[in-house]
Each structure stands twice: as structure tokens, then as C-alpha cells.
């Protein structure tokens, strides 16, 4: 098993990102942690997940389509250099999993993967959740997992991409530290994840009255930030810029809190209302995907209810639900 | 990648998040999770505030207006043009022939520095800004009344707070992060009176929801302050303690018996009296104000009231309480603190005082500067119509969406002789000037914005601006130049906040090595200050607190039986102001796509009006045509439309007239008749 100890974690990133287009958690002046470059500020691994989506490597909030000069047709351009991203949780790397299958799902959106392809991915997990908590260990779906003991960082890799970069660095024997890892990761609570299932089970049940989404979208100011921070959020907006010698289209991130992302041509709105709005939101995830992909599409990251200025992310209102609706049967 | 650190642009809540471009280009924010303000969140403004900074209609270079077409110009043939022509008018028509507008979207540093421009260099007290249309009635009454025209408290203090009276304002929606903090606070089981006849959001939340007639604020107030005094039910250690003239106030409020009030609100005197206990009652109680107090020929009336309510229960000078007027503009405050405004240089020292105007000319390095207070923007509108005003220079403002009757404005533009717009897009007042000079962007420069609790926050350059366009700051030194002063060389904005702390002891405080993390809050007189979250603790800026009576006047203009609505005006969540930034972002623009009405049911069933029928809604002033927005929001016979919309323009209808101490104008009441149109 390979190790990487704190004092060489800054040469051995520096030395990748010769390689690599380089992502990775770092602390901005301010504070405020973020999946930047290097030049955004200090490496910092500890912490848990970072406050934005780690997918924004690959589709960021705003970004180019094509461009149209005189008649061609130019289409955005790829990444100079492969990208490596880490600082993926587990639950980040489920996300991860699943945005790419639709993605790639039908019509495949090629400027997703054009970003998409090749990248490598590396998760965190272990000791380096916020104030050392755990996080549980991931054991695959990246390239390669750096595993905080308490001192330094195991490397765990699960594809030849992985294994190249972590080639030179020193073995360690960390068997059973590594052991006590799975073991608590395994039996780390997951109240979370069954709370979402409850919920889940009431919505597709059809036990979630009308008068509970009034109540929750009065609460909501239809800020998007729910949207903007939700890993396994991806509907965008299309827009085009008239330069005088060329137009612009770009992407950007779109909301279905917002009114105009379900207006019809006729300015009729069938989802007119935040209440409305924000029931879909959570249905999406809790009754709809696993309709669709067989599975809850929240997968718990947390970022909807650390953004929501009022209190009213997934897990929060799955809560109030279960609170609510699951008593009122058992009455 | 690149991120940097700076404060949204929008409104003075001062949220702030980090610019992140790539190659040059912009794509997308992420908020500061430290912030005590903005904790991570921001509003749908806030998380679009990098998207219309590459619209591809941005001014790239200078225009001059040839043979009646604006057309590209060098900077050196523009600035000369400015000058020469701005000097040419002072010398046939005296130095108050020129008129300065300055701008609270622009920093600190450049409201300094055009109010020294106007000052040195061009010898007239004629510099004001938006601050006008807004808060001058605020900074009167408050200044009056406390000593300090700024909001008393911090917006941690929603936090420690007991009950909110939210009374003219939309704060979910012009405020928003301030709005989440007054839903949260009802969560957490404080009380709230929403005191407002549009039921907004935080009506639905409300413990109490007043829907009072329109301009009958002075009448609620004083009914509230007679119900706390008959029932002794105000703060006597603190009436004792702290303040002057309560004796004035209680005979002025004897006969305001809550039936009295109530015939004039239109509410029950029962609610009245509700109101008056709840608020009496809060262990710390917070007033929260916007435009609705302030917009009425009587604005500085209804602040007068607001600020005695605080004195009278003792809700000042702790947390989670005093008067607090949320200030529109990113940095509205800052533009008044920077003395944008004719009457005062910065941080409120009085022109009027020679003491102040030796002080000023020595640091500035010039004889004399001029001693008569100079014209409120409104009134230099009344003169430029009548030819009394023969210049203006307008720095990212846009009077003629902005200010109240869109004929009278756009005839007091034309007629002016030379008009110079200074702004970021092609905006309508631009379209109208002789010479238009393209300004960079907050993203495009550096300098200080001061958010509503006097919060001095650094703004960064994330990029260069487009084509030739240059910071405000920079324009403003070039066109100093050109007129032969030297006193405004700096090697940036840096150098112009050290200027400014050496002459205003409330900012004397501030530099920029200080500012890094999450700013500074004025007064912060020394290097060594940690500045000041909470006003008025030990006493008053001006001592005592003073009770101000103030009796009811009607708004200028009622409804009759030709002009039967009642109009009243604002913004919405999704645009700001005159929507040059907001309609060229996608997101935005998309969700209020054109001008609307907001109108009952009721009376759109009256006048057989469906939702979404175009109407014709006319004033003694104008006319427009807006979409009709059939909702409950409003009250029966009150209509709402929105200023954005050059198209459906709010202001072709309001009304003129101004509170005769501060010169706001009555943009909240106005008479309005309606009609489909076939
Ligand atoms: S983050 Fe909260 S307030 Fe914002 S849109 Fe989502 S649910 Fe609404
Ligand atoms: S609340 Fe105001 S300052 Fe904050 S993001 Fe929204 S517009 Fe910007």
C-alpha cells in the first residue's frame, strides 16, 4: 500500500500537475474551501466535502457551446490537458456515477465528456470529515482514494491511471488501520440514508398532503442555490451572444425553483408556484429518478442544505416529512 | 481558473461570493462561506452576478454624438470634449450651471473621487446621486432624530431579536438574504408584524399583517405610540435617560386614538392596538424599513415615526433592536458617506461650516471651495427643464427610467446642453447623451463598498474590462488632468481610501490591509478600532435621542373618479432597477420577461381584464401599456407595476412631488386609471 505523508503533499501535487489539469480541494483567502488549482491557495484535503459540486470540473456554472463565424460552426474546445480531480466524497463519487449515466444515456452530451474523458478521479475519505469526523471509505468508482488515518493520507488505487500516479510513492503496511477504517465506515451511522428511504417510500405513496409544499415553498426564495449546489443537478440553460463578427452559445446552470424553467410558450406555468415547484424538486430525486434509474438520486452530499439561506434542503424537508407523515399513519 | 474575492453588485445587503473565470472569461460564482453576512448563500441575483458581464453589448470605446449619431471617439478627444465644454458653460452661466451625478453602484473610492471633482475642480456644490430617489429621507429624519442617518444595528442582530415590524419593505425580495434572516427568525418563534397592503411573502409568515392604505404610515404609527402611552406600556428609564422632547411626542400623540387611525389606514382599531402590545411587549424589538416609509411626499414624516416608536419602548443602542433602513443600492450607503451629495463632504461634515471647507481646500490643494449647498438631484431636474441647468455629468445612473415622471425628465435631459453619460451599457439616459464614456464593471476594478450596516467591503478586479473601457476611478483622474488639476494622481484606489480616511473620522480607520476577510463596519475612527456593529449604545451620535412628532399629511394626489387606482411602484426579485445588468442575464431576464400590472381579481373582473390582457394604464402624467398580473397580492383599487421596463416604464406615471425636506419624490402614491386594451 502506498502512502503520502503531509509534508510531501504539496511536491507531489505540484508534480502532477505537469501532467494534469489539476483540481483539487483548496483554502481560499477567505476561508471558504473549493475544488481549485493550485494557484487558488493552500491544499486542503481535511474538511469533508467541499461547499461546491465537484462535477463543476466538468460542466461548469457557465460555459461555451459553439461559436458561429461566418457561416461555420466552431465547437467549444477540449481540455489542453487530461484533468485530475480530487477531492470527491464517496457519496460525491455516487453522484459522479450517476450523472454519468445519463449523460452518456441516448443523446450523449459530448461537451460533458469531452471534459469528462480521460479525467481522473480521486476520492478523500477517513479521518479528514470536519473536526477529523469520518468519512466512510469509498473501496472504488475512481481511480484512486487517498485514506486519512489521523497522521497521513493511505493510497488506495482501483485503475492503472491510479496506480501511475501513485507509483512513486513510498509502501507503507497500514493493514490494520486501514481494517479499523472499513470496519467503522461500515458501521458508521446511516440515519441519513434511511431517513431519505422513508421519505422516498411517502412520497411514492402518495402520503405527502398539498398543504405541506404550501408550507414549505412559502419558505423558499427561489434563490437556485439548491439547484446550483446539487451534484446530481444538470438541467441547464441555453443562451446566445451577437458579437459584431460571431455569435456565442453558451450554457449555463439552470433551476426548476425558478418560474420560467417550466413556462410554456403561452406564458402559462404549470408548475406556477413555489410550493409546486419545490414538491417537484424533491420528487425528482425521491419518487421520480427511482422510477426511472432505480435508485434515490440524492445521495446525501449535504451541499442543498449547507446553501438553502432557510433551512429547507432535501434532508431537512425529508426530515420534517417523516416527522410528519410517517406518525400520522401510525396514529 | 482564477477566483476572486468581492461583493455582489446588487443590492446593500453585501453578500459575498467569489468570481471564478477561466482564460478571461467568467463562468461562475461560488458565495464565501465565511461571510457573516451571506453564509454560504446568496440570492438568484447573487449567484447570476457574473453573466452579464461579457454581453456583448457592453461600451467598448468612447461616443460622441456627430451630426446627431453617436460614434466612436478617442479617450483623449472625448475627455477634452467633457472639459472643455463643461468649462465653457461655467463660464457663461456661472459654476452652478454644471450639475454632478454620481452613482451607488460605483465604490467608494469613485464617489470620493467625483464629489472632489465637482468640488475642486469644477467649484460647485452641485454632486448628489440616487441616494435621493431612495434614502434621503432616511438620512434626514435619522440624522434629526438620532444623530447618524444609518441603519442602527447589524444583521447578525435578526438573530437575537424578539420581534420584527417590517413596514415598508419586500425584504425577501430586495433584500433577500436579509429576508431569510426575518423567515428564520420566525421559525425560531419570534414575532413578526408585517405592516404593508401587498401581501409579500413575509405576510404569510406574519404573526400581525397590516394592510394599511398606502401613505397612511404617520397615521398608524402615531395611532401604535397613543396606545403604548395611554397603557404605559413604554420604556420610562430609557425615555428619561436617553432622550429629549418625549413631551412634545405624547401631546402630539394624545389624540391619535386608535379609531382616529384607523379611519385613516383603513385597518381595525383593534389591530391597531394589537400591534401597539406586541411591539410594546418584545424584549428587543427591531423596526426594518425600506422604501415604502421613505418614498412619500411626507418621507421624512413617517421616518420621524419610526425612529420615536424605537425610543419610546427603548429599543436602541442593544442587540436585536433599533431603527434599521435597509439601503437599496450595493452601495448606497457608501456614496452618502463618501459626500455624493450637495450639502455635505465626506462622512457627513457640512459644507456649510467654514472650519470643514478650510480643512477640505488644504488637503485638496485648492484656495476655495464653494460655500452654498449645492442642488438635490431632483430639483437640478426641475432646473435643467427650465433652462437653468445647462450641464449634467451622470456617472452609471439612469434618471430617465429612474426618476418620477418620465416626460419631465426626458424634457429636462433634452434640454440640457451638453449631457455626459458615463455608464456600462447603452442604457436609455445614455442613448440621449453627447458623449458617453465606457466605465469597467465591479468585476473589472478595485475598490470598497459599504453594504446597509456600514460594512466597508472590498471589491476585486477578476479581469480586464472590454475593449477600452476604464474603471470610473481612472476616468474621473483623466478628466481632473485635463483640467489642469493635480491634486488627483494615485496609483489606485488603494491611495484614494487613505485620502479619504485622513478626512473623515468615521472611515479613519479604514485601509485596505484591514479590510481583507469580511470588512470593516463604520464608525471606525482609528488604525487600531475594530470598528462598529451597533450605534447609539452608551448615547446618542448627537446625544440624546429626540422625539420628533409628526402629523399626518395625505399623499400629494388621491383617487378620483377619472383617475380611480391607486398606484404604487417598486421592483421585483428576479430584476434590478433599470435592468441594464439583470435583462441581459439569461436567467433573469427570463423569468420577468416584459412590464406588468399587478391587479385584484376583484377589480380586474370589474373591468372584464383577464391575466395577461394587455392594459392601458394612464396617470395625469402619461400612459403605458403593461401585461395584466391578475393576484391577491394587492389590495382591491391598488395597482403595482414595476419601474424595470423601458418598454412599460412605471415612471411615465408617478408623480413629481417632492417631501419638502428631502426632496424625495412621491413614487409610492399615485393616481392611475385603467383599461383594456382591444
Ligand atoms: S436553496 Fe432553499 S431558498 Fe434557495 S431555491 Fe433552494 S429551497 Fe429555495
Ligand atoms: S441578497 Fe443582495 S447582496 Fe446578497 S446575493 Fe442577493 S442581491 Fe446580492
Excluded at chain 2, 445587503?13 to 463562468?27: A, H, N
Aim: proline share 5%.
Amino acid at each position: 500500500m502506498k502512502v503520502l505523508y503531509p509534508e510531501h503533499i504539496p511536491a507531489f501535487f505540484t508534480a502532477l500537475a505537469s501532467r494534469f489539469e489539476l483540481r483539487l480541494p483548496v483554502m481560499l483567502s477567505d476561508g471558504t474551501r473549493t475544488i481549485g488549482s493550485l494557484e487558488d491557495g493552500p491544499i486542503a484535503l481535511m474538511g469533508g466535502a467541499v461547499p461546491g459540486k465537484p462535477t463543476a470540473a466538468f460542466f461548469p456554472q457557465q460555459g461555451p457551446v459553439f461559436t458561429a463565424v461566418e457561416g461555420a460552426v466552431l465547437p467549444s474546445s477540449d481540455q489542453a490537458n487530461r484533468l485530475f480531480v480530487a477531492g470527491f466524497t464517496g457519496r460525491d463519487i455516487d453522484c459522479l456515477r450517476f450523472i454519468d449515466r445519463f449523460f452518456a444515456d441516448g443523446w450523449r452530451d459530448d461537451i460533458y465528456f469531452r471534459q469528462r474523458a480521460g479525467a481522473v478521479i480521486a476520492g478523500v475519505s477517513g479521518y479528514c470529515g470536519p473536526g477529523g469526523a469520518l468519512l466512510p471509505l469509498i473501496g472504488g468508482g475512481c481511480d484512486l482514494e487517498f485514506v486519512c488515518d489521523g497522521k497521513c493520507w493511505l493510497v488506495l488505487t482501483y485503475s492503472q491511471a491510479g496506480e501511475g500516479i501513485a507509483a512513486e510513492l513510498p509502501d507503507t503496511d497500514a493493514e490494520e488501520v486501514l481494517h479499523q477504517i472499513r470496519i467503522e465506515s461500515l458501521t458508521a451511522a446511516n440515519e441519513g440514508d434511511e431517513l431519505i428511504q422513508r421519505a422516498s417510500q411517502l412520497l411514492r405513496a402518495n402520503r405527502v398532503p398539498d398543504s405541506f409544499w404550501s408550507e414549505i415553498g412559502d419558505r423558499c426564495i427561489s434563490c437556485t442555490g439548491c439547484n446550483l449546489a446539487c451534484p446530481t443537478c444538470t438541467c441547464f440553460g441555453v443562451q446566445d451572444w451577437r458579437y459584431a463578427n460571431n455569435i456565442e452559445r453558451s450554457r449555463m446552470w439552470d433551476s426548476c425553483q425558478l418560474d420560467g424553467f417550466m413556462r410554456e410558450a403561452s406564458g402559462h406555468n404549470p408548475l406556477g408556484s413555489e410550493a409546486l415547484r419545490t414538491r417537484r424538486r424533491i420528487h425528482h430525486k425521491l419518487a421520480a429518478d427511482p422510477e426511472r434509474w432505480g435508485e434515490i438520486s440524492c445521495f446525501l452530499c449535504g451541499r442543498c442544505d449547507v446553501v438553502c439561506p432557510t433551512g429547507i434542503g432535501i434532508l431537512a424537508v425529508a426530515m420534517e416529512m417523516v416527522d410528519r407523515f410517517e406518525q400520522e399513519t401510525i396514529r | 481558473m482564477k477566483r476572486t474575492l468581492t461583493v455582489c453588485p446588487y443590492c446593500g445587503t453585501g453578500c459575498s461570493f467569489y468570481l471564478v473565470s477561466d482564460g478571461g472569461r467568467l463562468v461562475g460564482v461560488e458565495p464565501s462561506t465565511t461571510h457573516p453576512v451571506s453564509r454560504g448563500g446568496l440570492c438568484v441575483k447573487g449567484w447570476n452576478a457574473f453573466a452579464f458581464v461579457h454581453h456583448s453589448d457592453r461600451l467598448t470605446t468612447p461616443l460622441i454624438r456627430r451630426n446627431g449619431t453617436l460614434t466612436p471617439a478617442s479617450w483623449d478627444e472625448a475627455i477634452g470634449l467633457v472639459v472643455d465644454r463643461l468649462r465653457s458653460i461655467q463660464q457663461r452661466h456661472g459654476y452652478d450651471s454644471v450639475m454632478f451625478s454620481s452613482s451607488a453602484k460605483a465604490t467608494n473610492e469613485e464617489n470620493y473621487l467625483l464629489m472632489k471633482l465637482a468640488r475642486a475642480v469644477f467649484a460647485t456644490n452641485n454632486i448628489d446621486h440616487c441616494a435621493r430617489l431612495c434614502h434621503s429621507s432616511t438620512v434626514f429624519g435619522l440624522a434629526e432624530t438620532f444623530g447618524s442617518g444609518a441603519m442602527t444595528n447589524s444583521i447578525s442582530c435578526f438573530d437575537q431579536t424578539d420581534l420584527i415590524l417590517v413596514i415598508g419593505s419586500n425584504t425577501t425580495e430586495q433584500h433577500p438574504l436579509i429576508g431569510t434572516r426575518i423567515l428564520n427568525a420566525a421559525q425560531r418563534g419570534a414575532k413578526l408584524i408585517v405592516a404593508d397592503n401587498r401581501r409579500i411573502r413575509l405576510a404569510r409568515h406574519a404573526d400581525l399583517h397590516l394592510r394599511h392604505k398606502n401613505g397612511s404610515d404617520v397615521a398608524l404609527i402615531n395611532g401604535m405610540m397613543h396606545v403604548i402611552i395611554t397603557e404605559g406600556l413604554m420604556d420610562r428609564l430609557f425615555i428619561e435617560q436617553r432622550t429629549e422632547n418625549y413631551a412634545a411626542l405624547a401631546a402630539n400623540v394624545a389624540d391619535w386614538t386608535p379609531e382616529r387611525a384607523a379611519a385613516l389606514t383603513g385597518l381595525e382599531a383593534d389591530e391597531i392596538v394589537a400591534a401597539a402590545r406586541m411591539f410594546a411587549a418584545a424584549g428587543r424589538a427591531m423596526i426594518v424599513y425600506s422604501m415604502g416609509i421613505t418614498q412619500h411626499s411626507h418621507g421624512v414624516d413617517n421616518v420621524r415615526c419610526c425612529a420615536a416608536l424605537s425610543l419610546l419602548t427603548g429599543n436602541l443602542g442593544r442587540p436585536g433592536t433599533g431603527v434599521n433602513p435597509l439601503r437599496g443600492q450595493n452601495n448606497v450607503q457608501g456614496g452618502c458617506d463618501m459626500g455624493a451629495l450637495p450639502d455635505v463632504y465626506s462622512g457627513y461634515q457640512k459644507v456649510a461650516d467654514p472650519l470643514q471647507r478650510q480643512k477640505f481646500a488644504r488637503a485638496w490643494g485648492v484656495s476655495t471651495l464653494p460655500e452654498r449647498a449645492g442642488l438635490p438631484l431632483t430639483h437640478a431636474m426641475d432646473a435643467a427643464a427650465s433652462g437653468l441647468l445647462r450641464g449634467m455629468f451622470i456617472m452609471g445612473e439612469n434618471p430617465l427610467l429612474s426618476d418620477p415622471d418620465q416626460a419631465h425628465a426626458r424634457h429636462a435631459l433634452e434640454n440640457l446642453e451638453l449631457l455626459v453619460v458615463q455608464d456600462i451599457f447603452l442604457s436609455e439616459t445614455a442613448a440621449m447623451a453627447d458623449v458617453v464614456l465606457p466605465a469597467a464593471c465591479y468585476a473589472e476594478k478595485e475598490g470598497t463598498f459599504t453594504n446597509t450596516e456600514r460594512r466597508i467591503q472590498r471589491v476585486r478586479k477578476a479581469l480586464d474590462p472590454p475593449g477600452e473601457a476604464l474603471a470610473d476611478w481612472e476616468i474621473i483622474c483623466a478628466l481632473a488632468e485635463r483640467a489642469g488639476y493635480g491634486g488627483m494622481r494615485y496609483s489606485g484606489p488603494s491611495q484614494v481610501m487613505d485620502e479619504i480616511a485622513s478626512l473623515t473620522p468615521i472611515y479613519g480607520g479604514i485601509a485596505y490591509d484591514r479590510l481583507d476577510r469580511h470588512g470593516l463596519q463604520w464608525p471606525c475612527p482609528g488604525k487600531s478600532h475594530s470598528g462598529t456593529p451597533i450605534l447609539h449604545m452608551e448615547s446618542f451620535t448627537r446625544g440624546l435621542g429626540r422625539f420628533s412628532p409628526a402629523s399626518y399629511r395625505p399623499p400629494a394626489e388621491a383617487v378620483d373618479d377619472e383617475y380611480p387606482f391607486v398606484l404604487t411602484t417598486g421592483r421585483t426579485y428576479f430584476h434590478w432597477h433599470t435592468g441594464t445588468m439583470t435583462r441581459r442575464t439569461h436567467l433573469l431576464d427570463r423569468e420577468e420577461r416584459t412590464a406588468f400590472v399587478e391587479i385584484h381579481p376583484d377589480d380586474a373582473g370589474r373591468l372584464d381584464v383577464r391575466d395577461r390582457d394587455e392594459l392601458l394604464v394612464a396617470s395625469r402624467r402619461g400612459e403605458i401599456r403593461v401585461a395584466a398580473r391578475l393576484t391577491a397580492m394587492v389590495v382591491p383599487g391598488v395597482v403595482f407595476i414595476p419601474f424595470h421596463f423601458a418598454e412599460g416604464a412605471a415612471n411615465a406615471l408617478t408623480n413629481n412631488v417632492l417631501d419638502p425636506e428631502s426632496a424625495i419624490p412621491e413614487f409610492k402614491v399615485c393616481a392611475v386609471r385603467i383599461r383594456r386594451v382591444v
